[in-house]
């Protein structure tokens, strides 16, 4: 089974400083990958999304990700980090090829920017 | 406005009883799903549903039961076999695309507290 793994569960940064959020995929085949945000008791929205057509990937707020299949990784990040990016982010991986379409998360990454 | 419906935002079970989390989507879309949010466990994946009249369980689906009658609406039971059912309930849905490589939209959630 398809599964993604998010590597550190509390990332603090300083406002202005680089934010990096770091996911890892498990698959047999590149996956489908994306990158969400929930703000506290709400439901979740996309950042970006990765479909095999380029490995950069730009999203909305400034967020963006490289795919990288020699280290199975997707990675988000931004170069200044702002007050209102304070969230929690998640990395989901979809099924490929199959016909029901599980989409998987991460355990999910809290971001606390500091001022 | 399209989008997804979650009723309702809060909801309080006694022990013992079932209850029922509504989700309904006008985005015409394939597959939905239902997932649970514990802090520091990301989402979880309960059911999901392709078409109508069928799903599938995800990775958590005991003490839960689900039915699509209907391709807008994918209710989630939580029955009395739930031993610890408290947490966020988030609904989303997906259109298949070209293998699944399209987002999911979420709902924005109901937080279910037994009493």
């Known amino acids: 089974a398809q599964s993604v793994t998010q590597l550190g569960s509390h990332v603090s940064v300083s406002e202005g400083a680089l934010v990096l959020l770091r996911c890892n995929y498990s698959s047999s085949v590149p996956p489908y990958l994306f990158w969400y945000v929930q703000y506290p008791n709400q439901g979740l929205q996309l950042l970006l999304k990765?479909?095999?057509?380029?490995?950069l990937v730009k999203g909305i707020n400034g967020f963006e990700a490289e795919f990288k299949k020699s280290e199975t990784s997707f990675h988000l990040t931004k170069p200044s980090a702002h007050m209102s990016d304070a969230a929690e982010y998640f990395c989901a991986v979809s099924d490929v090829g199959t016909s029901y379409g599980k989409l998987t998360f991460g355990q999910g990454t809290i971001l606390t920017v500091h001022p | 406005d399209g989008g997804i419906t979650q009723s309702p935002k809060y909801l309080f079970r006694k022990e013992g009883q079932n209850v029922t989390l509504s989700c309904e989507q006008n985005l015409n879309h394939d597959a939905m799903y239902w997932y649970r949010q514990d802090p520091g466990q990301g989402l979880r994946l309960i059911y999901y549903s392709q078409i109508v009249n069928d799903f599938q369980k995800g990775d958590i689906a005991e003490g839960y039961s689900v039915s699509r009658e209907k391709k807008e609406s994918f209710p989630l039971t939580v029955t009395s076999a739930q031993k610890n059912p408290t947490a966020f309930y988030l609904c989303?849905?997906?259109?298949?695309?070209?293998?699944?490589?399209?987002?999911?939209?979420f709902g924005q959630g109901t937080r279910l507290t037994v009493v």
């Open positions: 990765y479909t095999s057509a380029a490995t």
């Open positions: 989303a849905s997906r259109l298949q695309g070209a293998g699944w490589n399209t987002e999911a939209f």
